[in-house]
């Protein structure tokens, strides 16, 4: 039966990605993956390049996220790629999107899964999840993201950091996600 899976890739490294991943990026018909423009490479799709079977001449579908903060733009763009996925599972298809980190951790695909959901509701459609950033970064380092009781926040660097500081007096750890282009913004309220 065709249906639709969101995937999560990890953090980067193909050989954090779970067999039930494995299993389905193999059983799949096309891929999906996000792009930030037609022209850019999609990160998702350089993490599991080196599983796909190419002899099986599986289709790779790029979906366009333009990187912006507008909110027309931004559901714009989840509606048509929305509206892409179903069309094609409705096809007879069987589909999976891939996502870094986690679907439900600052992804893509939170917004394309209630569009979906909403106008297709007998679509099948399952997630798997991936190991995130956080929790390969504590491994490597050898350090302990919360104890007993700890709290834990996760905070997305991209966008208003200024409740950092009232953040930080109900938490034991911070943790910064998408900071790549804020590294130096963390730094500061750091």
Known sequence: MPGLIGIG????????LTVKAVKAIHNADIIMCPASKEERPSIALSVIDSIIDKS?????????????KDKDILEASWKKNAKIMAETVLKGKNVVYITVGDPYLYSTWIYMHRDLKEKYPDMDISVVPGIVSI???ASKVGVSVAEGAEKVAIIPSCYDLSSVKEIAKHSESMIFLKDGRYFDQVIDVL
């Open 135 to 137: 929790f390969s970064f």
């Open 56 to 68: 099986k001449n599986q289709e790779i579908i790029k979906l366009i996220f333009p990187m912006t």
């Open 9 to 16: 890739v990890g953090p980067g490294d193909v050989d954090l």
